[in-house]
Each structure stands twice: as structure tokens, then as C-alpha cells.
């Protein structure tokens, strides 16, 4: 039982309105896993229960064998958890590399030694997220004049300054065009290689079976499925409830 994350029975209501239903999953280190479905089935609420945005009606988010469910988010940061919005959250008037100092900064001042990178090693570590990014290029461009792609790989380079070894990734590839979304891809291949587990909820279907170990679906808030992405793609519920719409 080496389940990196575990969500056992998670249900989150909104007034009468059930988002979450009983969803059980897990995470295995070292994988790239995927959470699909309809607009509206609850993925955004899922990963806010994960990074401690809002608490579960009822239910357990065990992560690395420790019951995480009260924990607050900053906290969950600290352990490993990061994440990207489905909302871009950049700072506009900061050229890419400020966005990523700034991140840096902040995550230092946590004084954390899981995290600490001071001084000239800061730079370094700064060089590595833009190289391994393809950012480079843009460094001095300011967040807000580049086009949204681009603005993607900010977002996850200011969630790789925290060194997390958990990554919610919430549709990062929206606004990428095709040529970057596969590139995307590969880059997340690689972080996953470095040791980075990755949780994606993403509408790209090629992105998300081209990339991802294991996909779950959400259909109102319940699993309707889990597999592999051939197996995902074969799926009867999943073809009606998603892929019968969706599939290009
Ligand atoms: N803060 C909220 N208050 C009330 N309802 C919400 C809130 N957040 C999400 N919902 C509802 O919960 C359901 C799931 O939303 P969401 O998790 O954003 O879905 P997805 O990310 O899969 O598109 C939707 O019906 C949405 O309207
Ligand atoms: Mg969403």
C-alpha cells in the first residue's frame, strides 16, 4: 500500500447541490494521472478538496500516510502539494522571470528546508525552471504580453519553485495550440521522471491520453470509470457520458 494520495469517500455539497459524490482515488508516486469529464462534474471542487481550499462535507484525503483532511493550504504546500488554476493567476505587470522570482522569494521566506534555495543557488534554480520550460526566450517579456501558452508554462514554473512532489495541474493546456500542447506533454513526462507526481485535469483528449498512466472519469460528481487510457477510450459509460460528445 504505497498510495501517495489517497481520497477516501469524498463528498463536498453546495447547499442541496451535491459537486463531489463519494469519490474514492488514489495517486500512485510516479505517475501521471488523469481526472476527466463534463464541465460541471466536479473536477475544480476535487482539487480544491486536495489543496485545502474547501473542506469535504465527509470523507478523508490521506497524503504520504497522513490524514491531511484539516490541514490548512499553505500547509499542504509545504508538504509537496502544489498546484495551477484553471484561471490563470499570474502577475500581469512583472516581466516571466520577476513571476517566477517572486514565487521563489515567498516560498524562501517560508524558511523551509525542503524548499530553501538562497542566494546565488536562487538564480540557478530560476536558469534550470526557465530552461527546462523553454521559457528563456521570453524571460523579459512582461506576463501580460505574452500569449496565453506561454502564460501556462509561468503558471507551472511558479508551482515548480516549490519544489512540490505532488502536482493538481487544473486544464493547464487551455489556450496552448496544438504544436505547444505536445510539447506540454512531453514536458510533463519529464517532471514526472524527475520524481514530480502529477494529478491532471485536462479537455485536451490527445494531451490526456497521450500522457497520462491511469485516467478517472467524473460524470455529477462520481467516478464512472478508471483505467488505462485505452482502456478509458473503450469505456461504454465514458463514451455516452463524455467521449461520444467530445471525441475529435
Ligand atoms: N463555490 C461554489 N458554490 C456553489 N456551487 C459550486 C461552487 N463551486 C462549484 N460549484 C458547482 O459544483 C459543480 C462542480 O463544479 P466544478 O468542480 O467547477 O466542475 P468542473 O471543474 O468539473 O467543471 C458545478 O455544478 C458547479 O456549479
Ligand atoms: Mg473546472
Request: aromatic share 4%; charged share 20%; with cysteine.
Amino acid at each position: 500500500m504505497n498510495e501517495f494520495l489517497s481520497l477516501e469517500n469524498i463528498s463536498v455539497y453546495f447547499g442541496g447541490h451535491i459537486a463531489v459524490n463519494e469519490v474514492s482515488l488514489n495517486i500512485e508516486p510516479g505517475t501521471i494521472t488523469g481526472l476527466i469529464g463534463p464541465n460541471g462534474a466536479g473536477k475544480t471542487t476535487l482539487f480544491n478538496v486536495i489543496s485545502g481550499l474547501i473542506s469535504p462535507s465527509s470523507g478523508r484525503v490521506m497524503f504520504a500516510e497522513k490524514d491531511i483532511t484539516s490541514l490548512a493550504p499553505h500547509k499542504r504546500a509545504r508538504i509537496g502539494i502544489g498546484r495551477t488554476f484553471q484561471k490563470l493567476e499570474l502577475f500581469n505587470s512583472l516581466s516571466v522571470v520577476d513571476n517566477i522570482r517572486v514565487s521563489l522569494e515567498i516560498s524562501n521566506q517560508w524558511n523551509n528546508s525542503r524548499t530553501a534555495i538562497l542566494g546565488s543557488n536562487m538564480n540557478s534554480e530560476i536558469e534550470r525552471i526557465l530552461d527546462m520550460t523553454g521559457l528563456d526566450s521570453v524571460r523579459n517579456s512582461m506576463a501580460s504580453e505574452i500569449p496565453t501558452g506561454q502564460a501556462r508554462l509561468v503558471e507551472l514554473s511558479r508551482a515548480l519553485v516549490l519544489s512540490p512532489s505532488l502536482l493538481l495541474l487544473d486544464e493547464p493546456a487551455s489556450g496552448q495550440n496544438d504544436e505547444e500542447t505536445e510539447s506540454f506533454g512531453l514536458l510533463l513526462r519529464k517532471l514526472c521522471d524527475s520524481g514530480i507526481s502529477i494529478f491532471l485535469v485536462e479537455h485536451d483528449m490527445s494531451l490526456v491520453m497521450n500522457t497520462c498512466d491511469l485516467v478517472n472519469v467524473l460524470d455529477f460528481g462520481s467516478v464512472i470509470a478508471k483505467g488505462s487510457p485505452a482502456e478509458i477510450q473503450e469505456h461504454e459509460l465514458v463514451i455516452e457520458a463524455y467521449l461520444g460528445v467530445k471525441k475529435r
